[in-house]
T-cell receptor, first 113, second 120 residues
Framework: GQQLNQSPQSMFIQEGEDVSMNCTSS?????WLWYKQDPGEGPVLLIA?????ELTSNGRLTAQFGITRKDSFLNISASIPSDVGIYFC?????????????FGKGTKLTVNP | DAGVIQSPRHEVTEMGQEVTLRCKPI?????LFWYRQTMMRGLELLIY????????DSGMPEDRFSAKMPNASFSTLKIQPSEPRDSAVYFC??????????????????FGPGTRLTVL
């Protein structure tokens, strides 16, 4: 199936550092979403973006919907140990009368205290 | 609210056996999704339902997979016969009714904890 290109695959950072990850695609999406998944659990929605160019914040998280509608990034400022997990981007598009979410393969974040 | 409930949490079976995964969505949610997650392919949408009706099953890998939603509070994903390559974590998710202008709630999929399936 179709995939989004998410990078980096993994990150090892020190507590307090800022983090940036992004997703790109050759396709246009109507919506970009960012999820976080903790071990043994399902993904949890962090931020949703609905308009090209939109910049949205949720606490220390900031995400943007690319102008071309083919990319998005997520920034985490002043990382803390509980930020550890896998972050997924997802793009939503209408296709053949239905709407689907396509997920990136994730960015695994490790935060060293 | 208990959230999306999936059972079992872990399933180990032998190749050729039938496997049934179960999901109880959040009460009042109109949409139910089944996903599969593997290291190689990431999260893949298998099928989704709206008001108990399958809308898009194009992600179902092959005829060995089937999904049903007999009522608003229960869905099953069945694999028969199972194969080792079916080993993965299977997630169920539900979301509320869509708003008139495709509001945030339409995309707020609430995921269950997943079922880790191992086919030997």
């Amino acid at each position: 199936g179709q995939q989004l290109n998410q990078s980096p695959q993994s990150m090892f950072i020190q507590e307090g550092e800022d983090v940036s990850m992004n997703c790109t695609s050759s396709s246009i999406f109507n919506t970009w979403l960012w999820y976080k998944q903790d071990p043994g659990e399902g993904p949890v929605l962090l931020i949703a973006l609905y308009k090209a160019g939109e910049l949205t914040s949720n606490g220390r998280l900031t995400a943007q919907f690319g102008i071309t509608r083919k990319d998005s990034f997520l920034n985490i400022s002043a990382s803390i140990p509980s930020d550890v997990g896998i972050y997924f981007c997802a793009g939503r598009k209408s296709q053949g009368g239905s709407e689907k979410l396509v997920f990136g393969k994730g960015t695994k974040l490790t935060v060293n205290p | 609210d208990a959230g999306v409930i999936q059972s079992p949490r872990h399933e180990v079976t032998e190749m050729g056996q039938e496997v049934t995964l179960r999901c109880k969505p959040i009460s009042g949610h109109d949409y139910l999704f089944w996903y599969r997650q593997t290291m190689m392919r990431g999260l893949e949408l298998l099928i989704y339902f709206n008001n108990n009706v399958p809308i898009d099953d194009s992600g179902m890998p092959e005829d060995r997979f089937s999904a049903k939603m007999p009522n608003a509070s229960f869905s099953t994903l069945k694999i028969q016969p199972s194969e080792p390559r079916d080993s993965a974590v299977y997630f169920c998710a539900s979301s509320p009714r869509r708003g008139q202008f495709l509001s945030l709630r339409a995309d707020t999929q609430y995921f269950g904890p997943g079922t880790r399936l191992t086919v030997l």
